[in-house]
Nanobody, 116 residues
Framework: QVQLQESGPGLVKPSQMLALTCTVS??????????WSWIRQPPGKGLEWMGA???????NYSPSLKSRTSISRDTSKNQFSLQLSSVTPEDTAVYYC????????WGQGTQVTVSS
């Protein structure tokens, strides 16, 4: 059973950096075929794909967020991480990590609120 769990602060102040980690169990983030994504859903809006890191450490970002987003991984911990810089209240959302490709698996999501 593949499981993903997001972790990180639930409250971030404007202009600061949002940092989240996704811990994966039941599969390796280096398994061929799969990409590991970050996706968010602002209140009252649809899902927004933010970016992904591939099994081969390749990284792709949403063009609209590319200038503020960084995705990395720690294979020793089977984790991948998201950093979003210069946050504003518009970055308030539920943030999900997910395995994309083949059967998809999602974390339960973590609420992040940007507020002073």
């Amino acid at each position: 059973q593949v499981q993903l769990q997001e972790s990180g602060p639930g409250l971030v102040k404007p202009s600061q950096m949002l940092a989240l980690t996704c811990t994966v169990s039941g599969d390796s983030i280096t398994t061929k075929r799969y990409d590991w994504s970050w996706i968010r859903q602002p209140p009252g809006k649809g899902l927004e794909w933010m970016g992904a890191i591939g099994y081969d450490d390749s990284i792709n970002y949403s063009p609209s967020l590319k200038s503020r987003t960084s995705i990395s991984r720690d294979t020793s911990k089977n984790q991948f991480s998201l950093q979003l810089s210069s946050v504003t209240p518009e970055d308030t959302a539920v943030y999900y990590c997910a395995r994309i490709g083949g059967p998809a698996y999602w974390g339960q999501g973590t609420q992040v609120t940007v507020s002073s």
